[in-house]
């Protein structure tokens, strides 16, 4: 499996991380403070804020995701397309020795007909995600991200793991311009112990790499994991921040089925959407999701509290249902986000979905912030 990675070895300087603080302190005065700028940090106090200073945390993030990107929220498809997994991480269901999961990858004229002719109006762009497979890439991904970006307007992006150089440049070739890559768990050493995929220095180098060769990369992290620390908490903060990313996702953790970790607690969600609110507060400019694990930490309301902390990002799950089950992050028991909950998730905010593809805005980010460099260095010629 070695020969499917490849290794760099061009990390950057390991980043310096904040001393740990007891969760359970007095919440700090920084929460009534205007903190919207790239100098803010959380602190542990404030990750572990409740009651009326988390509504008040809550409702600053919420106000810098209006200041910069008024009340529009992307709207994205995603479809699993293959449950192989060459990683074996303890908190995914789809771990190479679970034994008992029905593998699949999917028919590409099924996927074909279902996105091209019955895909929802809504959705601006689409995700394709699989396990690490890269058998899946050339027989499936390569040849449907090619097919939506001839027959479709979708904005096209792709969550597949670590690659070689060759299927990075295959896949930017064929259409696909975003790449969902999360580094999972910023402290190496509980990387390891949790078999995260392949090594924490890989997977940071990989980023790195796909930013490099001008892929606009999402990362994102776990809250609530059986023995994380505080300070290993805030070390995934310290990391999203030096990583040259464009978005950025917590995901609670949820025990899963067929998986070591099946009998440890939930994540708690208080948690996880303080740390949503904090990623917004650190990087205003960042797109962030609204993950549909929130649900499954707190049904019936996680979701929408998500949005309320800062989310700017809503994905609807357009799998085939005879394949869905099979797709085990979490647990068998799914819960599916459809247009229908989607849109009225959006709705009760009062948010509205945006017309402009993530994909056009990640371009026109790109070419404003060229046309701006050009003006600067055109005034200091002068």
């Not at 929802?120 to 890439?137: K, M, R």
């Not at 940071?204 to 490099?212: F, G, K």
């Not at 049904?299 to 799998?319: D, E, F, M, S």
Request: charged share 25%; net charge positive; with cysteine.
């Amino acid at each position: 499996m070695s020969d499917d990675r490849n290794r760099l070895g061009f990390l950057q300087p390991a980043t310096q991380f904040p001393p740990k603080i007891g969760l359970r302190s007095p919440a700090a005065p920084l929460l009534l403070a205007a903190v919207t700028d790239q100098s803010f940090f959380p602190t542990s106090e404030i990750l572990g804020a409740r009651g009326d200073q988390q509504s008040a945390f809550h409702e600053r993030a919420a106000d810098t995701r209006t200041r910069r990107f008024g009340r529009q929220v992307f709207l994205r498809g995603v479809v699993e397309v293959s449950n192989y997994c060459r990683e074996n991480c303890s908190y995914c269901g789809m771990r190479r020795d679970n034994r008992q999961l029905s593998r699949f990858r999917a028919q590409f004229n099924q996927l074909a007909e279902l996105l091209i002719q019955f895909r929802p109006a809504s959705i601006t762009d689409l995700n394709i995600q699989t396990g690490e497979d890269p058998v899946v890439i050339r027989e499936l991904v390569l040849p449907l991200v090619e097919l939506l970006r001839r027959e479709t307007p979708l904005g096209v992006s792709v969550c597949l793991g670590t690659l070689n150089k060759s299927l990075y440049r295959e896949l930017r070739s064929a259409g696909a311009s975003i790449y969902i890559i999360k580094f999972e768990i910023a402290d190496p050493r509980l990387y390891t112990r949790m078999r995260a995929p392949g090594t924490f220095r890989e997977r940071v180098e990989h980023i790195r790499l796909l930013a490099h060769s001008g892929w606009n990369v999402s990362s994102g992290f776990i809250a609530g994991l059986p023995d994380q620390t505080d300070a290993d908490l805030l070390a995934n903060f310290a990391l999203a921040r030096e990583l040259p990313l464009d978005g950025c996702s917590v995901s609670p953790f949820i025990p899963g089925d067929e998986t070591p970790l099946s009998g440890a607690p939930t994540a708690d969600i208080d948690l996880t959407l303080n740390c949503m609110a904090a990623l917004r507060l650190m990087r205003p400019d960042w797109v962030i999701p609204a993950v549909s694990a929130l649900n499954l930490a707190e049904p019936g309301c996680g979701y929408g509290r998500g949005l309320r902390t800062g989310a700017n990002l809503v994905t609807i799950n357009l799998t085939p249902s005879e394949l869905r089950g099979d797709y085990l992050l979490y647990k068998r028991d799914r819960f599916i986000m459809t247009e229908e909950r989607i849109l009225s998730a959006i709705s009760a905010e009062g948010l509205i979905p945006s017309k402009q593809s993530l994909a056009g805005f990640y371009q026109q980010r790109k070419i404003d912030r060229l046309l701006s460099r050009s003006r600067t260095v055109e005034a200091a010629a002068v």
